[in-house]
């Protein structure tokens, strides 16, 4: 016998949609579904068929909710992995269907490495998502930052000496453990020096070479010692305008590994010789001491200065250095780049004029004569203030830079010497009077040689032996 699919056992008839049970007379189930008209609800064997149609269609309702399940599971799984891992498209396993071209190759990529890890399979990763491998021998290495100004100083300090003759004092630096390098104008004719180390330890140095054309010369040591710091040769041609340069030597003989700094203010090509222009002070007894760059490479020996100008000083290029330490002709022109400057011919050889060394030399004596006279005059003021104590009776008039320069002036002297000191008053005046003979002795060597009275004048002042007698 026939049986309606939707038949009930128990006179009724099941909801295909909802598997309800619903009476004979009712049409239409709760869930919304209508039975068609004339449907028959008898008979057992549709009552089996629609059980068994019913139990296939829960059973595909599970497996979609245990995939989309899993599906949600792989979603969560990837977000607290973070950024997924890719792997070579030979490494994933083949799949019959092709990956869905929405999918983002972020939750692509983990789906295969998790499969690649199980042994599932798993789906194939597009070239695109593969991300190319660095090659084994690229490494990164970090930047290095350039020295600082403390640092180049520090390094290159113990290469930089003085120079000394019996005439005066200049610089000089190492540029091989045992070769030097400084200007004619500090060695003269002499035919050996002595360095001075800044630690004080001297040496003898022999004049090898020298180079009058350009003011170089060539010192040699005998005993050269094996960590001896030496200074790189640079080249006039990488040499900018406007670049930093630092000069190192012993400004008037005294302050020893003075540190100045300024900039390349110009690169003069004057007759044959060429020419680094700086601002970064110059003094007497820089001569010979090095021009370096920041990176404590020599780019010029220091030379020369022009007097009652600020700024404006010269360094023989590097280039005529390093030609007279090879023994090779001089470069016609080091520089190409360096106009000729006919306004400074008056630089032309770069060793300074022969007025102009004489001048220097006189300088430099008559300071050395002063400081000599002004010890003596320190003796002579402490036996003046025991002189006054005990034999001066009365006060001294007006303002000297020593006070027993008053006994030149008849109106300083007020008082009178007490009785028995005759002698110990003339020991004074001998004293003074010898002093004041070698001063003015001195002041007219110095005018002789043409040394500026200002020059003259600041010197006087600076030992304490100024007295307006003295220049009448």
């Not at 020419?275 to 780019?299: E, F, I, K, M, Y």
């Not at 008082?415 to 020991?427: E, I, K, P, Y």
Request: with cysteine.
């Amino acid at each position: 016998m026939s049986v309606n699919k939707s038949a009930s056992p128990g006179g009724g008839w099941v909801c295909p949609a909802c598997d309800r049970h619903v009476p004979r007379h009712v049409r239409a189930c709760r869930c919304g579904y209508t039975r068609a008209d004339g449907a028959s609800v008898s008979g057992t064997a549709e009552v089996g068929a629609a059980s068994t149609s019913n139990a296939s269609a829960a059973l595909r309702s599970g497996v979609v909710i245990l995939v989309a399940i899993g599906a949600i599971a792989g979603i969560r799984w990837s977000m607290t992995r973070g950024a997924a891992t890719r792997v070579p498209v030979s490494q994933a396993a083949p799949s019959p269907t092709a990956p869905d071209a929405a999918r983002p190759a972020a939750q692509s990529a983990p789906a295969a490495a998790n499969a690649a890890r199980t042994g599932a399979a798993s789906i194939p990763v597009r070239p695109n998502d593969v991300a190319p491998a660095a090659p084994a021998s690229v490494r990164t290495v970090p930047a290095v930052a350039p020295s600082s100004l403390e640092d180049v100083v520090g390094r290159v300090m113990s290469a930089v000496v003085r120079v000394e003759t019996s005439s005066g004092t200049g610089s000089g630096f190492f540029v091989a453990p045992d070769t030097l390098l400084t200007n004619v104008h500090v060695v003269e004719n002499n035919l050996t020096v002595t360095i001075r180390r800044p630690d004080g330890a001297t040496a003898s140095a022999r004049v090898a070479t020298t180079a009058p054309d350009f003011d170089i010369a060539v010192l040699k040591v005998s005993n050269p010692l094996p960590n001896q710091v030496t200074i790189p040769l640079g080249s006039i041609a990488t040499t900018r305008v406007g670049q930093e340069v630092i000069a190192i030597g012993s400004p008037l003989g005294m302050l020893q590994n003075t540190v100045t700094r300024g900039i390349v203010s110009g690169v003069r090509r004057v007759g044959s010789a060429t020419l680094v222009q700086t601002d970064a002070a110059l003094n007497p007894g820089n001569s010979g001491g090095p021009l370096l760059d920041r990176n404590g490479t020599a780019v010029g020996v220091n030379t020369m200065g022009f007097r009652g100008t600020q700024g404006l000083n010269f360094a023989v290029s590097i280039d005529h250095a390093r030609a007279v330490l090879d023994g090779r002709p001089q470069p016609a022109a080091p520089n190409a780049g360096a106009a000729q400057d006919n306004s400074l011919r008056m630089l032309s050889p770069a060793l300074p004029s022969e007025s102009d060394q004489q001048r220097e030399k006189g300088l430099r004596a008559y300071e050395q004569t002063l400081a000599q006279l002004a010890r003596r005059a320190d003796d002579l003021d402490d036996y003046w203030r025991r002189f006054k104590a005990k034999c001066y009776e009365g006060s001294i008039g007006g303002s000297f830079d020593r006070e027993w320069f008053a006994i030149w002036d008849p109106r300083a002297m007020k008082g009178a010497v007490a009785s028995g000191c005759g002698s110990a008053f003339s020991d004074v005046q001998r004293t003074a009077g010898d002093i004041r003979d070698q001063v003015i002795a001195a002041e007219e060597a110095a005018r002789h040689r043409d040394v500026f009275p200002g020059l003259r004048r600041d010197l006087r002042r600076k030992y304490r032996l100024d007295y307006t007698g003295w220049d009448r």
